[in-house]
């Protein structure tokens, strides 16, 4: 037999092992990375944002917060509850939206049910607080949770400081 046809015969055989190798590898690759995405795509499609516009004093007493929700998720929300947590707050009065609002022990609730806040949506909240005293440099944390239509909560918090 010739040298020459058993290196061609040989070097076959090899690459194809070689080549066989490397997909499975790579199919391997591509399962180990799509599955654990698979299996947790429900907690990571429920997602809000909380990005605080303003916080401004309006006098010794008064201060004017500004933010905005933004659901980032894949379902619609239906309920939004707003906890706002500062030292010597006293009330809370919501301005905007007037409509869907409540109000009990510095909490506000957002009944999104007629007109739930879809996917990508955005709502600004503007609502003035109450203290004895509300200074600039007054530490205010907003903590807000969200209700999905299908029953599941995500929560976001931040702090912002009057200014």
Request: hydrophobic share 50%; no cysteine.
């Amino acid at each position: 037999m010739d040298k020459s046809k058993l290196f061609r015969y040989g070097l076959s055989e090899l690459l194809a092992i070689t080549i066989g190798i490397a997909i499975t590898i790579a199919i391997g690759v591509m399962l180990y990375m799509f599955i654990p995405n698979f299996m947790s795509s429900t907690t990571q499609q429920q997602k809000i944002s909380l990005m605080i516009l303003s916080a401004n004093a309006i006098d010794n007493r008064n201060a004017s917060i500004s933010i905005a929700i933004r659901n980032l998720g894949t379902k619609a929300i239906d309920k939004i509850n707003i906890s706002i947590i500062g030292t010597n707050l006293n009330t809370i009065k919501l301005l905007v939206p007037s409509n869907y609002g409540a109000l009990s022990n510095n909490v506000i609730t957002l009944d999104l049910s007629s007109l739930p806040l879809i996917p990508g949506q955005e709502i600004p909240v503007v609502f003035i607080i109450s203290g004895n005293p509300i200074i600039s440099g007054t530490k205010v944390s907003i903590l807000v949770t969200a209700k999905f239509v299908d029953g599941s909560l995500t929560a976001v918090s931040s702090s912002t400081i009057i200014m």
